[in-house]
Nanobody, 128 residues
Framework: QVQLVECGGGSVEAGRSLRLSCVAA????????MAWFRQTTGKEREGVAA???????SVRNSMKGRFTISGDNGRNAVFLEINNLKPEDTGFYYC??????????????????????WGQGIQVTVSA
């Protein structure tokens, strides 16, 4: 069974940066997409960024410039760098994985319904 372990969250001051990490264990399929999602106060869950095994990435338009996603296929890991953190970034961040067949190479969706296995999530709190 695939399990995702997240780390890197916590409480930080506005203007600082965080690097969130997520490692997937027990992955047996060759191709997959991994993504970060978040749920902030008063908003529905939204996709932040995703990366596919071949290196293709997707970043939500409103988050481009401050959010950067990267991956390590050898570790089945995904990282999310958040720069210039703002109080409105406070929320619950979690990662997920979606297996891909060969025909889906290059596919890195931001739709949460596309993902099959989820981590427990981590809290990010940004103080003014």
């Amino acid at each position: 069974q695939v399990q995702l372990v997240e780390c890197g969250g916590g409480s930080v001051e506005a203007g600082r940066s965080l690097r969130l990490s997520c490692v997937a264990a027990g992955v047996t399929y060759e191709y997959h997409s991994m993504a970060w999602f978040r749920q902030t106060t008063g908003k529905e869950r939204e996709g932040v960024a995703a990366i596919e095994t071949g290196g293709s990435t997707s970043v939500r338009n409103s988050m481009k410039g401050r959010f950067t996603i990267s991956g390590d296929n050898g570790r089945n890991a995904v990282f999310l760098e958040i720069n210039n953190l703002k109080p409105e970034d406070t929320g619950f961040y979690y990662c997920a994985i979606r297996p891909l067949g060969g025909l889906w190479a290059g596919y890195a969706p931001l739709d949460p319904d596309e993902y099959t296995t989820w981590g427990q999530g981590i809290q990010v709190t940004v103080s003014a």
